[in-house]
């Protein structure tokens, strides 16, 4: 386990070291502090707060070890927001699972972070959405409709999900945007859910 040893050279000088020490290795972190303080509690206190923050820092350079790109874009089902439950899969080209990534469409926008994002390289996009909707009114369920008056709808044709040809290639380091507005007659078919165990 790591701990803190906190080592002054001189209470003369305005500089102090904190050392932080690992199994491996030690890191100096320099700090200015003010040396009129005379309550020694405070000073702890700094040197407390300062090193939670480097800490903190230290760890956010390792939160992508991957080298995974962010990914993020808009897409749209014939001009409008893609609503309902949806979500965009990138499928790497290259057959590795591992590199690829997915995530949700919320109001027809989405956004994958580094850790959950995709690798450099190209890929298969696919994108799925479901409605469901009011048995009583056909219309979109809201949180009224009870769940057995609901039955649940896919928007999006196959050609853009699990037959899809769309292609988009993430490149490292720069501003992987990937927008698509899906123009289709497709009328929604109804999905089948599986029975209800008595």
Aim: some cysteine; overall charge positive; proline content about 6%.
């Amino acid at each position: 386990m790591a701990y803190l040893k906190l080592q002054f050279w001189s209470k003369q000088f305005s500089k102090k070291h904190c050392f932080l020490m690992t199994n491996s290795k030690i890191t100096i972190l320099p700090f200015i502090f003010v040396y009129n303080m005379k309550n020694s509690f405070c000073r702890t206190i700094i040197f407390f707060l300062c090193s939670v923050v480097f800490l903190f820092l230290s760890g956010c350079q390792h939160n992508n070890p991957d080298g995974r790109e962010n990914v993020s874009g808009r897409i749209l089902l014939n001009g409008q927001p893609l609503e309902g439950s949806a979500r965009i899969v990138f499928d790497p080209l290259d057959g590795d699972s591992r590199n690829g990534g997915s995530g949700q469409i919320l109001s027809g926008n989405f956004f994958l972070t580094q850790q959950d994002g995709v690798k450099p390289g190209k890929y298969c996009v696919r994108i799925f959405a479901t409605v469901t909707y009011d048995k009583t009114t056909n219309a979109p369920a809201t949180k009224e409709t009870l769940d057995y008056n609901e039955y649940t709808m896919d928007i999006i044709p196959p050609e853009f999900n699990v037959d899809s040809s769309l292609e988009f290639e993430v490149i490292k380091g720069k501003k992987n945007i990937y927008n698509y507005n899906i123009e289709t007659p497709f009328k929604p078919k109804r999905v089948n859910k599986a029975p209800i165990a008595n």
